[in-house]
């Protein structure tokens, strides 16, 4: 695992540190580790989002679609 030093203003130090506490992470490299990782799923996921929108639609939203939708999902849960 490669090594990372980052400065932080006191507050931010007094921050970090309370999260580390009261959210019951191991230590400060193990707070920013998951900050950074869920920082990349928001950003995978925002990409994914905007592909989806600049796409054309492949059905029709009318009230066919979300009945079936309903049905599907009545018939899951009845499974």
Do not use: W
């Amino acid at each position: 695992m490669s090594t990372m030093n980052i400065s932080l203003p006191a507050p931010l130090k007094s921050f970090v540190d309370e999260q580390v506490t009261d959210r019951g992470y191991g230590t400060c490299s193990a707070y920013v580790r998951e900050l950074i990782r869920r920082d990349r799923d928001r950003q995978h996921l925002r990409g994914l989002l905007l592909e989806g929108g600049e796409s054309p639609p492949s059905v029709t939203a009318d009230t066919a679609y979300f009945e079936e939708l309903r049905d599907r999902v009545r018939r899951h849960t009845e499974a």
